[in-house]
T-cell receptor, first 114, second 113 residues
């Protein structure tokens, strides 16, 4: 059974700081990993999708890496801004019999202070 | 283009009642998935439909059911509501391949009293 863990559960940083969010998963047999952002009470906004054959993906100030063999992904946010404050969720799509679903971590609550 | 849309946005029901939640996928998307998110947790998978057929079901009781229509929109039904069914219900759509991005809607907030 795939399990996804995100550390830390919460993070508070001053504006302008670079930061890293961590995601680990127990079964390395995956198709891909997706990072999402969720604002309070809202739906999920897709940030980055990394296929199992890729090592990283970049979008603007965001960079996500994937080390499938060790079951780890990181989301790097450069020059953080107050508008980056949200919960960040990672989700994996396992290969094999349960490939129809995403398995999510509990998220990291990020607060960027002005 | 419109993203994934869900209705209603908020809903209040009492225990024992039944509820129907609706989802319209992004135009051209044939796959719809449903997730339940309780406060402080990550979303949990409920159902996936592709081309009107159920492709996967999560660990939820038979009180939960869903269907997909010929226009690829979907409904999630929950019968005999319990207090523990209070959650944000999220719908996601994609073209259908396991390699593709899942796009989520704004969710329906259900409160069971």
């Amino acid at each position: 059974k795939q399990e996804v863990t995100q550390i830390p559960a919460a993070l508070s940083v001053p504006e302008g700081e670079n930061l890293v969010l961590n995601c680990s998963f127990t079964d390395s047999a995956i198709y891909n990993l997706q990072w999402f952002r969720q604002d309070p009470g809202k739906g999920l906004t897709s940030l980055l999708l990394i296929q199992s054959s890729q090592r990283e993906q970049t979008s603007g100030r965001l960079n996500a890496s994937l080390d499938k063999s060790s079951g780890r992904s990181t989301l790097y946010i450069a020059a953080s801004q107050p508008g980056d404050s949200a919960t960040y969720l990672c989700a994996v799509r396992s290969s094999g019999g349960s490939n129809y679903k995403l398995t999510f971590g509990k998220g990291t609550l990020l607060t960027v202070n002005p | 283009d419109a993203g994934v849309t869900q209705s209603p946005t908020h809903l209040i029901k009492t225990r024992g009642q039944q509820v129907t939640l609706r989802c319209s996928p992004i135009s051209g998307h044939k796959s719809v998935s449903w997730y339940q998110q309780v406060l402080g947790q990550g979303p949990q998978f409920i159902f996936q439909y592709y081309e009107k057929e159920e492709r996967g079901r999560g660990n939820f009781p038979d009180r939960f059911s869903a269907r997909q229509f010929p226009n690829y929109s979907s409904e999630l039904n929950v019968n005999a509501l319990l207090l523990g069914d209070s959650a944000l219900y999220l719908c996601a759509s994609s073209l259908g391949s396991v390699r593709e991005t899942q796009y989520f809607g704004p969710g329906t907030r259900l409160l069971v009293l």
